[in-house]
């Protein structure tokens, strides 16, 4: 099983960037999706989440109206749009796969049990 993130990079402030991450391994079909982000010394913090069928999102304080997260037809990719990005934007993004089973959950890196490796996202003010 695998999860695996692309497209961070480099951004101006005010810029944007598109994440995404590929699942593979087993269906995802039934899994909700996420992202969550880790700056150097803080601890990993939620960005993003969406529902197995895409129906349901969940977002940041920080980042609400600035991203987007959506999935694939297939269910097994996640997206997250990012615009109007600042340097407090800068981190380590994952996208992460699994079934929280309330709301409250969504946000709670506990209830995903698979994990990318993390992309590098760099927004230079």
């Known amino acids: 099983v695998r999860l695996e993130e692309s497209g961070g990079g480099l951004a101006r402030a005010g810029g944007s960037l598109s994440l995404s991450c590929a699942a593979s391994g087993r269906s995802f079909s039934a899994y909700a999706m996420a992202w969550f982000r880790q700056a150097p010394g803080k601890e990993r913090e939620f960005v993003a989440a969406?529902?197995?069928?895409?129906?349901?999102?969940y977002y940041a304080d920080s980042v609400k109206g600035r991203f987007t997260i959506s999935r694939g037809d297939a269910r097994n990719t996640a997206y997250l749009e990012m615009n109007r990005l600042t340097p407090e934007d800068t981190a380590v993004y994952y996208c992460?796969?699994?079934?929280?089973?309330?709301?409250?959950?969504?946000?709670?890196?506990?209830?995903?049990?698979?994990w990318g490796q993390g992309t590098q996202v760099t927004v230079s003010s």
């Open positions: 992460a796969a699994g079934r929280p089973w309330s709301e409250t959950e969504f946000s709670v890196p506990r209830a995903y049990n698979y």
């Open positions: 969406c529902s197995w069928n895409g129906d349901t999102t």
